[in-house]
């Protein structure tokens, strides 16, 4: 079965670029989730969504970062403009609902760097 | 006071020693625990995963929670060169449909030969 799919796996790119991450969530799941992470704070999330709605975006860290949902297979987290420190690992996870234990399965990242 | 606490290491530790990862955390409101690991350049796998309090056994891995002390720990037997990792420790609030996990920074874990 196909996991979660993120594209690139690596961007760089010049600060004040606007950047757009893409995940494809494993079919069926209902919760998506947004993380960075960096040596510093570790694995932070961001934002999740259920059923393509945002439940919860206190981690966006402010107005430059967006994060959208159009439909059940697609997602995009999208940094306008960027800055040196929002270089970091970018990552995406689904779950389902029902039980309170179902996993959240992550994507390989996406590894972000902005000169 | 971070929320959840774990030492960043390195730990290096012998093939076949028993490992031993902690974490401490500071919200009494945290009543799922669980235990991922995640390769170099790879995105973090659910390992165990723990209600409340209590020690749960899965093959060489064993998560044991205090939550009397605030303190979860993951114990790995027979350790073997596909353990070296990083391994994060992650809980959540039994707040309904809240689904946001608490992650530690994790400990990178490497075997010696």
């Known amino acids: 079965d196909a996991g979660v799919i993120q594209s690139p796996r690596h961007e760089v790119t010049e600060m004040g670029q606007e950047v757009t991450l893409r995940c494809k969530p494993i079919?069926?799941?209902?919760?998506l989730f947004w993380y960075r992470q960096t040596m510093m704070r570790g694995l932070e999330l961001l934002i999740y969504?259920?059923?393509?709605?945002?439940?919860?975006d206190s981690g966006m860290p402010e107005d430059r970062f967006s994060a959208k949902m159009p439909n059940a297979s697609f997602s995009t987290l999208k940094i306008q403009p960027s800055e040196p420190r929002d270089s970091a690992v970018y990552f995406c996870?689904?779950?389902?609902?029902?039980?309170?234990?179902?996993?959240?399965?992550f994507g390989d990242g996406t590894r972000l760097s902005i000169l | 006071q971070k929320e959840v606490e774990q030492d960043p290491g390195p730990l290096s530790v012998p093939e076949g020693a028993i490992v031993s990862l902690n974490c401490t955390y500071s919200n009494s409101a945290f009543q799922y625990f669980m235990w991922y690991r995640q390769y170099s350049r790879k995105g973090p796998e659910l390992l165990m995963y723990t209600y409340s309090s209590g020690n749960k056994e899965d093959g060489r891995f064993t998560a044991q929670v205090d939550k009397s002390s605030k303190y979860i720990s993951l114990f790995i037997r027979d350790s073997q060169p596909s353990d070296s990792a990083t391994y994060l420790c992650?809980?959540?609030?039994?707040?309904?449909?809240?689904?946001?996990?608490?992650f530690g920074k994790g400990t990178l874990l490497t075997m010696n030969p």
């Open positions: 996870a689904s779950s389902t609902t029902g039980f309170s234990n179902q996993p959240q399965h």
């Open positions: 992650a809980m959540r609030t039994n707040g309904g449909s809240n689904y946001k996990l608490t």
């Open positions: 969504f259920n059923n393509n709605v945002p439940i919860d």
């Open positions: 079919s069926g799941h209902d919760y």
